[in-house]
């Protein structure tokens, strides 16, 4: 009975069929902590004041475009439980951007040829310089770090990401971002 259970359970994808997230464009990503748990710090009087996994999990955003250097950043923010940020991807449109190597996001590597237990569909679900890699990368990098100092430190499975069209969007999202603690009470994912 191999394929009894086949896509069965399969949760349907929450990206934009054909869409190519590997794609130049502005994309605006929330990603939350496991169960909302509010790991990252506090805000008080309308201000975020982050902890010290808070400290991780802005350094490892800030650090991103050194990773992926077809990254730029627009506004981000880390909220006491979820992370909100614009990511730009700006790949040269020279068709050398085809394949692009998947760092290990703030995680230093001994070699670069290390063996990997992902299965054929792994592989092709995670395609190098893709937002999902990008995300998967920021995550991997502030668990390893954050959970030196809280065990217990997880984010949810997936991130919601919303495609950036014109301009007006991004100065929205942008302002959104911004202002985002002083919303805290009212915040959605609160």
Known sequence: MPGKFKNKYRIESARLKHWDYGWNASYFVTICSKNRECFFGDVVDGEMILNDIGLIAEDCW?????????????????????????????????????????????VPTTTT???????????????????????????????IRARKIHADFAWQSRFHDHIIRDD??????????????????????R
């Open 62 to 106: 800030l650090q991103i475009p050194e990773h992926f250097p077809f990254v730029k950043l627009g506004n981000h923010i880390v909220m006491p439980n979820h992370v909100h940020g614009i990511v730009v991807i700006d790949k040269p449109d020279d068709e050398r951007n085809v394949v692009v190597g998947t760092p290990k996001l703030g």
């Open 113 to 143: 040829n290390m063996p990997t237990n992902r299965t054929n569909a792994a592989s092709e679900k995670w395609n190098p310089g893709t937002l999902g890699v990008i995300i998967n990368q920021y995550k991997r990098a502030v668990t």
């Open 168 to 189: 007006a969007s991004f100065q929205r999202i942008s302002a959104y971002i911004i202002n985002n603690p002083l919303n805290w009470s009212k915040d959605q994912f």
